[in-house]
Protein backbone atom coordinates (compact mmCIF):
# COMPACT_ATOMS: atom_id res chain seq x y z
CA UNK A 1 0.00 0.00 0.00
CA UNK A 2 1.06 3.41 -0.87
CA UNK A 3 1.72 5.64 2.01
CA UNK A 4 1.74 9.11 0.28
CA UNK A 5 0.27 10.55 -2.75
CA UNK A 6 1.96 12.98 -4.86
CA UNK A 7 -0.37 16.38 -5.74
CA UNK A 8 0.27 18.79 -8.23
CA UNK A 9 -1.01 22.40 -7.03
CA UNK A 10 -1.12 25.65 -9.13
CA UNK A 11 -0.90 28.64 -7.00
CA UNK A 12 -1.30 32.12 -7.58
CA UNK A 13 1.72 34.36 -6.89
CA UNK A 14 -0.04 36.17 -3.60
CA UNK A 15 -0.78 32.60 -2.44
CA UNK A 16 2.25 31.40 -2.57
CA UNK A 17 3.95 34.44 -0.95
CA UNK A 18 1.60 34.04 1.67
CA UNK A 19 1.40 30.44 2.05
CA UNK A 20 5.29 30.39 2.56
CA UNK A 21 5.38 33.29 5.27
CA UNK A 22 2.63 31.52 6.81
CA UNK A 23 4.89 27.97 6.88
CA UNK A 24 7.68 29.69 7.92
CA UNK A 25 5.70 31.41 10.80
CA UNK A 26 4.72 27.52 11.82
CA UNK A 27 8.53 26.01 11.26
CA UNK A 28 7.12 23.94 8.68
CA UNK A 29 7.67 23.43 4.69
CA UNK A 30 5.32 24.78 2.08
CA UNK A 31 4.15 20.85 1.64
CA UNK A 32 3.52 19.79 5.39
CA UNK A 33 2.03 23.40 5.88
CA UNK A 34 -0.43 22.69 3.02
CA UNK A 35 -0.81 19.07 4.47
CA UNK A 36 -2.00 20.25 7.84
CA UNK A 37 -3.92 22.93 5.97
CA UNK A 38 -6.08 20.43 4.15
CA UNK A 39 -5.93 17.86 7.78
CA UNK A 40 -7.43 20.84 9.29
CA UNK A 41 -10.11 21.54 6.54
CA UNK A 42 -11.19 17.72 6.95
CA UNK A 43 -11.47 17.60 11.01
CA UNK A 44 -13.35 20.53 10.83
CA UNK A 45 -15.88 19.51 7.80
CA UNK A 46 -16.00 15.79 9.92
CA UNK A 47 -17.34 18.25 12.92
CA UNK A 48 -20.19 19.66 11.08
CA UNK A 49 -20.91 17.28 9.07
CA UNK A 50 -19.79 13.34 10.27
CA UNK A 51 -16.87 11.12 9.16
CA UNK A 52 -16.06 10.94 5.88
CA UNK A 53 -15.55 7.83 4.08
CA UNK A 54 -12.64 6.77 1.48
CA UNK A 55 -13.78 5.96 -1.65
CA UNK A 56 -13.30 2.69 -3.06
CA UNK A 57 -10.68 1.81 -5.14
Known sequence: MEKEKHLG???DVET???LKSLSELEDRSINRE????IRQAI???EKNH???KP???
Not at 34 to 37: D, F, K, S
Open 43 to 45: AEH
Open 9 to 11: LRL
Open 16 to 18: HQK
Open 55 to 57: PHS
Open 50 to 52: GEL
Open 34 to 37: IAYL
